[in-house]
């Protein structure tokens, strides 16, 4: 039998155990030591609350000194975008000057990261770039080039590992989808 959870009306099934996203995250942080290893003290910018979870995996293997720091924005209710960021955190770091690398739990539309880049570059940053657990290649509509992904997946919807259904299912360790039977 496959391993199912419930949240609130909906029902998902196991989709990536932790074993395969941890060699994902493993692969993904070589590239990130391999490209930063010449540059100044980069600022990781976690987007909460999605992204704790991978922040915290992807920075144990992180290998330069960095800063952490996170932000909060949000634009989903239940399974679909609503298409309205709003920023609701600020950002109290000095960015002017510095290489960024934006940490997200998932890129669906790219509204999110699309706006959220837009506020960081009035800041002037030297660099920005944003590493990403998921990417959805099939509904991205925007121009940027997600340089760091850990994986593609369908147009499914996904929970677990930092990634909600109306604010359940951070914790679970595993990814599940959207069981639609
Ligand atoms: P975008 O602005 O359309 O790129 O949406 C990005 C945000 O939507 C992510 O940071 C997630 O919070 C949320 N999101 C998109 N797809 C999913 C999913 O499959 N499961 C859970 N949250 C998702
Ligand atoms: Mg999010």
């Known amino acids: 039998m496959q391993k199912k959870v419930t949240l609130n009306d909906k029902t998902f099934k196991l989709m990536i155990p932790y074993e395969s996203i941890d060699q994902k995250i493993t692969a993904l942080a070589q590239q990130i030591n391999h490209d930063y290893r010449d540059k100044q003290t980069p600022i990781f910018l976690g987007v909460l609350s999605g992204s704790f979870m991978f922040m915290a995996d992807l920075m144990k293997q992180i290998d330069f000194n960095c800063e952490i720091t996170f932000i909060k924005i949000a634009s989903y209710v239940g399974t679909s975008s609503v298409g309205k ?55 991205y509509k925007k121009n940027h080039p997600i340089k760091y992904r850990a994986m593609d997946i369908g147009n499914e919807f996904i929970v677990g590992f930092g990634l909600d259904y109306n604010q359940l299912g951070r914790n679970l360790k ?6 639609e039977q």
Request: charged fraction near 25%; proline fraction near 3%.
């Open 174 to 179: 595993d990814i599940y989808v959207l069981d």
């Open 85 to 139: 960021v709003t920023e609701l955190i600020g950002l109290n770091n000095v960015i002017e000057g510095r290489d960024i690398i934006i940490v997200e739990d998932i890129v669906d539309t790219g509204e999110s990261i699309n706006h959220l880049m837009k506020s960081l570059v009035g800041h002037k940053p030297a660099s920005i770039e944003v590493a990403t657990l998921f990417l959805k290649p099939g509904s």
